[in-house]
Structure formats: structure tokens, C-alpha cells
């Protein structure tokens, strides 16, 4: 605990609590294994964060660990704020994503449709198996 408290800088109790130890290039804090932010809920919750669910920031600063900004939520819970808070980075649009899905799916495609829409082939898979972009249907 102390460890993980030396690596704060607080700006006041109701300011955001600043990671100030290693980080990721996103800005998240790192401790150890572990985002410092999920270690900062659990420490402060005195639980494990429930299977399934994130620690999302209601402050949007990423290296932000007070447990008073930081809730759990779901994946959707988060694409949702992103997008609520003007974050979110789409490049495909709808009709793109329709197209994608029209391609076979074959890991010989894959690079040649990602560098054609200008996205990672994980992002095409992600989209061709249909675990990004759930509610764009086939084309009738």
C-alpha cells in the first residue's frame, strides 16, 4: 500500500490524484502488472473489480486515481462515454464496415483490406467477426 501511495500526487481530495510512477504510452498508469487505476479501486473498494466489467474515469485523465472519479462500468459503458465525450477514433464508416464484411474471411485478405482502409488487420478481424461494429447488420 504504501508503495502504491508514494507514486500519487494529489491535487487537493476532490482533485484528480495523479500517477506519477511508470506509465503506458496512453497515459495510464502502470503498477506493476496492473493498471494503477483498477489497483486504486480495489484498494479503495476493498473488493476485486467484478469479472467482465472496467474502471472507467469520470474524470477522462487517465493517470487519475482517485477512487472518487473512478467507476466500474462495461466495455459499452465505455465506447459510449468515449463517444459522449467526443474520443472516439472511428476511421470506417458504416458502409465501410458493410464492405469489410462482404470480403471473405481469409487471412490472406486481411492485410490487403487493412492497408486499403487504412486500419490494423486486427481491427478488420475484430470487425469481420463481428466483435466491434455488432450493430451494423448485412446488407439486404
Known sequence: MKRFCDQIYECGPDGCHLWVGKTIPSGYGRFGCRGAHRVAWELANGRPIPNGLWVLHKCDNPPCVNP????????????????????AKTKLTRKQVREVR???????????????????????????????????????
Open 68 to 87: 472518487k472519479h473512478l467507476y466500474v462500468g462495461t466495455p459499452a459503458d465505455n465506447s459510449r462515454d468515449m463517444v459522449r465525450r467526443n474520443r
Open 102 to 140: 462482404r470480403f471473405p474471411i481469409n487471412g490472406q485478405y486481411r492485410r490487403y483490406i487493412a492497408k486499403l482502409y487504412g486500419v490494423s488487420v486486427s481491427a478488420i478481424d475484430a470487425i469481420q467477426k463481428r466483435r466491434t461494429w455488432r450493430h451494423i447488420t448485412y446488407p439486404k
